[in-house]
């Protein structure tokens, strides 16, 4: 059930927007609608899907935006490195997480 879990948030995440610097700002983009982007003025972009259609505008990430972005990831990689440490605990392994930049590394013996 666990495993199931993991491998639908994976899913999930893999299809989500992220912070993409283009042109000296942060846009949110990398998702179906936005694939890639062209842009529009100082601060906003136009959006394309994969087939080169247009979906829409989405303006840069004010720094506060960005900064409470990063500390989202920061915290669900924290709770997936417990999660991962709590799973094998119960199979009876021993698992050592750390956080390195945002990659989680996990040791198990």
Not at 45 to 67: E, F, I, W
Not at 92 to 98: A, E, H, L
Request: hydrophobic share 35%; charged share 15%; with cysteine.
């Amino acid at each position: 059930m666990r495993l199931l879990g993991i491998l639908g948030m994976v899913v999930l995440l893999s299809s989500c927007a992220a912070p993409n610097f283009y042109n000296g700002k942060y846009y949110m983009a990398g998702d179906l609608d936005c694939q890639s982007m062209t842009q529009l003025d100082d601060s906003r972009v136009v959006c394309y899907d994969s087939s080169k259609n247009v979906t829409g505008y989405r303006n840069a990430m004010t720094d506060q935006q960005l900064q409470m972005y990063m500390h989202q990831q920061s915290m669900s990689q924290a709770y997936s490195a417990n999660f991962a440490n709590s799973f094998n605990r119960s199979y009876g392994r021993s698992c050592v997480s750390n956080v390195i930049g945002k990659q989680v590394y996990t040791n198990c013996w």
